[in-house]
């Protein structure tokens, strides 16, 4: 069991590794493919002088072969040597982690909406297979999957912020509150900080959240509800479910001792695949929310034709999304040995 459990590690570790590999192969390409001088799309430097220019040219090996241009690449992403940005002149490193732990907390809590709503309706609808509940919940499911985002965004603030007034409809955090950056999360930063007013602050900070994210969650929890559904409906149709039945378990026994455990462990590996729709979700959601994440940094950069902020930005969403995927099948592994055998990581 331990060899296993090593050789998953290293499968998974060896598939990060390679990915990363062709990520950053795709990244330097870019500088390529765009229009412009690729030294200068590489490293922002639009308003270098030939002096400076040579010596960048210098500093990105460009004189040498590709292969070697490549590498020099690589040792700069190592380093966090992102470039400048051609619209702001600002170092893009600094702004990416000044704006991707906004991204990662407003995906976060959307995720938990996600998964709050849509697996207990999933499972409620296995139970309730074919029957009028089920029929409500699978329509209901695929009504919200079908929703335009950016409609439903425009139709949220229009209803919940300008008609109710319940919620405000744009950024993080009211102007009022003064809260020191620590670490991005501005929940996390609430806390830490010494402000007598940081309750206020936190519950200011929930309702801003509270619209973006419940937009977000809204496809992942329609296709929570039809995972969830169709792995209950799988579990319940097992011999060990008929085994514990044939026992004299009722039918509320089995599903809270045994189907919901098994049902929920195969939802588990599908977290990360709906993360990486979530955060795709959260790009158009920011710009409408005027959220200060990366997604929205990264929408205006297109706009602006900002190719080093383009790629680096793309570079970066993509390694977080893939180490989500890694780390959700360590936990699938941790919660399911037989994940851990030769044909699966591979």
Same mark, same amino acid.
Not at 132 to 143: E, G, Q, Y
Not at 270 to 280: E, I
């Given at each position: ?6 050789g ?7 598939l ?6 062709v ?6 390409s ?5 229009p ?18 040579? !010596? ?7 004189? +040498? /072969? #590709?292969?070697?241009?490549? %590498?020099?690449? @690589?040792?700069?992403? *190592?380093?966090? !040597? ?7 002149? +600002? /170092? #893009?490193?600094?702004?990416? %982690?000044?704006l @991707?732990?906004?991204? *990662? ?11 709050f709503?849509g697996?207990?309706l999933?499972?409620?609808?296995a139970i309730?297979?074919?029957?009028t509940?089920?029929n409500?919940i ?8 079908s929703?335009?985002v ?20 744009a ?22 900080s010494?402000?007598?007013?940081k309750?206020?602050?936190?519950s200011d ?9 419940c ?6 929890a ?31 026994q ?5 189907a919901?455990?098994?049902a ?31 997604g ?5 950069s297109i706009?602006?034709r ?11 969403l ?7 995927h890694?780390?959700?099948d ?17």
């Amino acid at each position: 069991m331990k060899i296993n459990h090593v050789g998953f590690t290293l499968r998974r570790l060896s598939l990060f590794i390679f990915t990363m590999l062709v990520l950053t192969l795709l990244s330097f390409s870019l500088s390529f493919l765009f229009p412009g001088d690729s030294i200068i799309n590489i490293s922002g430097a639009i308003n270098a002088t030939p002096t400076q220019l040579i !010596e960048i040219e210098k500093h990105y090996h460009t004189d +040498s /072969n #590709i292969f070697w241009q490549y %590498l020099t690449y @690589l040792h700069h992403i *190592i380093n966090g !040597e992102l470039g400048i940005s051609m619209a702001s002149q +600002s /170092n #893009i490193a600094t702004e990416v %982690l000044n704006l @991707l732990p906004a991204t *990662i907390e407003l995906s976060l809590v959307a995720l938990f909406i996600a998964m709050f709503v849509g697996i207990p309706l999933g499972f409620i609808a296995a139970i309730k297979q074919n029957k009028t509940t089920d029929n409500i919940i699978v329509s209901v499911s695929m009504l919200g999957y079908s929703i335009p985002v950016f409609w439903l965004g425009i139709l949220a603030i229009l209803t919940f912020s300008i008609n109710l007034g319940w919620l405000p409809s744009a950024g993080q955090i009211s102007l009022l509150f003064e809260i020191e950056l620590i670490t991005g999360i501005q929940f996390i930063d609430i806390l830490l900080s010494d402000s007598p007013y940081k309750w206020q602050a936190f519950s200011d900070a929930t309702a801003h959240i509270i619209l973006p994210a419940c937009v977000i969650a809204v496809a992942p929890a329609t296709i929570f509800i039809r995972l969830a559904r169709t792995s209950m409906i799988e579990v319940l149709e097992t011999s060990y479910i008929r085994a514990a039945n044939a026992k004299g378990l009722t039918f509320r026994q089995m599903i809270f001792r045994h189907a919901i455990r098994n049902a929920l462990i195969q939802i588990i590996r599908h977290v990360g695949l709906q993360f990486a729709n979530l955060v795709t979700i959260a790009m158009v959601t920011e710009v409408i929310f005027s959220w200060p994440g990366i997604g929205r940094w990264l929408i205006e950069s297109i706009y602006q034709r900002d190719y080093t902020a383009i790629q680096s930005g793309l570079l970066v969403l993509s390694c977080f999304i893939f180490i989500v995927h890694i780390l959700t099948d360590f936990i699938y592994a941790a919660l399911n040995p037989l994940a851990r055998g030769n044909k699966y990581g591979s």
